[in-house]
Antibody, heavy 122, light 109 residues
Framework: EVRLVESGGGLVQPGGSLRLSCAAS????????MSWVRQAPGKGLEWVAN????????YSVDSVKGRFTISRDNAKNSLYLQMNSLRAEDTAVYYC???????????????WGQGTLVTVSS | QTVVTQEPSLTVSPGGTVTLTCAST?????????PSWFQQKPGQAPRALIY???NRHSWTPARFSGSLLGGKAALTLSGVQPEDEADYYC?????????FGGGTKLTVL
């Protein structure tokens, strides 16, 4: 059974930093791209960033470029999101998701974690 | 900035059929955008329904189908059930990055 468990959310002041983690199990983590997706309270989904299997390729939405860094540790089956210079508008539930990004198979997101809430407020 | 547009809300009767669409400000949505669809119910994580335009995941009921329609990606629900009341999101691929649509709130009434 594929399982994704996020952790590291909480309350942080504007301008502060937070590191989210996602523990993966039930599949060969090192064989998949991975994504972070967020959802502000009462709003829609926003794709944040993704990372290639070996970490050599990354993409992110413009609003987090230069502030958020996605990374992974395949030996620990873990995905991370380092969030710096946090703003009130970054307040959201952050989901970790398995990402398929393959020339032959196609491109999609299938499995999701339950999310971790990040609140940026003074 | 790329924007992906969906109907904000739709209403359908139980047993009826409804089609949700997904458009891109960059032009017609084609299979090269690898459109996918997700369902989200209140308090739950999203659940994947359709990938690469029209493929159902193993857990997706057959009443959900995906297609391309008039330059947009489309999700059709046939024989709608009360439990299909939820928010639905499309996701498009833009050369590595991805963009979600704003979501459609589907009411079954």
């Amino acid at each position: 059974e594929v399982r994704l468990v996020e952790s590291g959310g909480g309350l942080v002041q504007p301008g502060g930093s937070l590191r989210l983690s996602c523990a993966a199990s039930g599949f060969t983590f090192s064989s998949y791209w991975m994504s972070w997706v967020r959802q502000a309270p009462g709003k829609g989904l926003e794709w944040v960033a993704n990372i290639r299997q070996d970490g050599s390729e990354k993409y992110s939405v413009d609003s987090v470029k230069g502030r958020f860094t996605i990374s992974r540790d395949n030996a620990k089956n873990s995905l991370y999101l380092q969030m710096n210079s946090l703003r009130a508008e970054d307040t959201a539930v952050y989901y970790c998701a398995r990402d398929v990004n393959d020339f032959w198979s196609g491109k999609w997101i299938d499995y999701w974690g339950q999310g971790t809430l990040v609140t940026v407020s003074s | 900035q790329t924007v992906v547009t969906q109907e904000p809300s739709l209403t359908v009767s139980p047993g009826g059929t409804v089609t949700l669409t997904c458009a891109s400000t960059t032009g017609a949505v084609t299979s090269n955008y690898y459109p996918s669809w997700f369902q989200q119910k209140p308090g739950q994580a999203p659940r994947a329904l359709i990938y690469t335009t029209s493929n159902r995941h193993s857990w997706t009921p057959a009443r959900f189908s995906g297609s391309l329609l008039g330059g947009k990606a489309a999700l059709t629900l046939s024989g709608v059930q009360p439990e299909d009341e939820a928010d639905y999101y499309c996701l498009l691929y833009y050369g590595g990055a991805r963009v979600f649509g704003g979501g459609t709130k589907l009411t079954v009434l």
